[in-house]
T-cell receptor, first 114, second 113 residues
Framework: QQQVKQSPQSLIVQKGGISIINCAYE??????FPWYQQFPGKGPALLIAIRPDVSEKKEGRFTISFNKSAKQFSLHIMDSQPGDSATYFCAASKSSGATNKLIFGTGTLLAVQP | ETGVTQSPTHLIKTRGQQVTLRCSSQSGHNTVSWYQQALGQGPQFIFQ???????GRGNFPPRFSGLQFPNYSSELNVNALELDDSALYLC????????????FGSGTQLSVL
């Protein structure tokens, strides 16, 4: 029940295209769903996050879509750029707990071709 | 405002040795978490420290231990190193009351031979 399943494992998108990464979770107690971006040799950096009281959140070219009944959420990157090439991780957590423990997906390696 | 800094950036140890990794929190952050990221995997939660005490632990054996100091900096200690301990070790800090918004350092790449 603690797993977060992420797909696809890797993704190749042309410059200007839309990148879509999907995640699914089982624990209904999760109430915080962030996406992290990680470049080689760096730690993960928070990209965007959503809580289950909304179905969509948009920040610039990045959008999270959240489906509470299906226990799924996805990251959409519009107008993908070569600089977006990185590994993306979804994660989930119970924000009300004493521990800031994030459960991460296995990651998606995105390559945006020029 | 400085970010989360970790040292060293790279480390090579042999099986059975002990290692200490260090982390300086982002300014004003009083909660520190440590994560292990194996090659090609997502980070896995090791433990969290708040007010110099461990207040949460993942599925890691007792040979993984830590400390948090009054200035909120932290150490991760691993005893009796095993080959499978080879990974990127990430430190993350967070603001009081921010829930789970974590700010990660660049990590320490540990290789156990």
């Amino acid at each position: 029940q603690q797993q977060v399943k992420q797909s696809p494992q890797s993704l190749i998108v042309q410059k200007g295209g839309i990148s879509i990464i999907n995640c699914a979770y089982e624990n209904t107690a999760f109430d915080y769903f962030p996406w992290y971006q990680q470049f080689p040799g760096k730690g993960p950096a928070l990209l965007i996050a959503i809580r289950p009281d909304v179905s969509e959140k948009k920040e610039g070219r990045f959008t999270i879509s959240f489906n509470k009944s299906a226990k799924q959420f996805s990251l959409h990157i519009m107008d993908s750029q070569p600089g977006d090439s990185a590994t993306y991780f979804c994660a989930a957590s119970k924000s009300s707990g004493a521990t800031n423990k994030l459960i991460f997906g296995t990651g998606t390696l995105l390559a945006v071709q020029p | 405002e400085t970010g989360v800094t970790q040292s060293p950036t790279h480390l090579i140890k042999t099986r059975g040795q002990q290692v200490t990794l260090r982390c300086s929190s982002q300014s004003g952050h009083n909660t520190v978490s440590w994560y292990q990221q194996a090659l090609g995997q997502g980070p896995q939660f090791i433990f969290q420290y708040y007010r110099e005490e461990e207040n949460g632990r993942g599925n890691f054996p007792p040979r993984f231990s830590g400390l948090q100091f009054p200035n909120y900096s932290s150490e991760l200690n691993v005893n009796a190193l095993e080959l499978d301990d080879s990974a990127l070790y990430l430190c993350a800090s967070s603001l009081p009351g921010s829930g789970v918004e974590l700010f990660f350092g660049s990590g320490t790449q540990l290789s156990v031979l």
